[in-house]
Nanobody, 127 residues
Framework: QVQLVESGGGLAQPGGSLRLSCAASGFTRNLYTIAWFRQAPGKEREGISCIRNIDGSTYYADSVKGRFTITRDNTKNTVFLQMNSLKPEDTAVYYC????????????????????WGQGTQVTVSS
């Protein structure tokens, strides 16, 4: 069992930045991919970024590409999401999720693969 705890959400102005953290604990040895999803009120959950533990490959949704950066610190079992140039449409609850499943398709469109989820952290972008 893996436990995930997000932190770092809050209020930012348009054009501002926030950095989210996702700390993993428990049985983390076989984790293959950690991803960030978000869900805004009245909208479907959206996969926005993920990182593969085996080689550090990163993937981004078009909506955040060039603005968000996912990184990891394996010594601390923590994944970060640096969010720059924030827009009001980035307002959502952000969740990190982890899976030990190897998948040939897009993890960002396969939320069902992720068996471990954090509690979520609210990000609000508003002036």
């Amino acid at each position: 069992q893996v436990q995930l705890v997000e932190s770092g959400g809050g209020l930012a102005q348009p054009g501002g930045s926030l950095r989210l953290s996702c700390a993993a604990s428990g049985f983390t040895r076989n984790l293959y991919t950690i991803a960030w999803f978000r869900q805004a009120p009245g909208k479907e959950r959206e996969g926005i970024s993920c990182i593969r533990n085996i080689d550090g490959s990163t993937y981004y949704a078009d909506s955040v590409k060039g603005r968000f950066t996912i990184t990891r610190d394996n010594t601390k079992n923590t994944v970060f999401l640096q969010m720059n140039s924030l827009k009001p449409e980035d307002t959502a609850v952000y969740y990190c999720a982890a899976t030990n499943t190897i998948y040939s398709g897009s993890y960002l469109h396969a939320a069902w693969l992720f068996g471990s989820w954090g509690q979520g952290t609210q990000v609000t972008v508003s002036s």
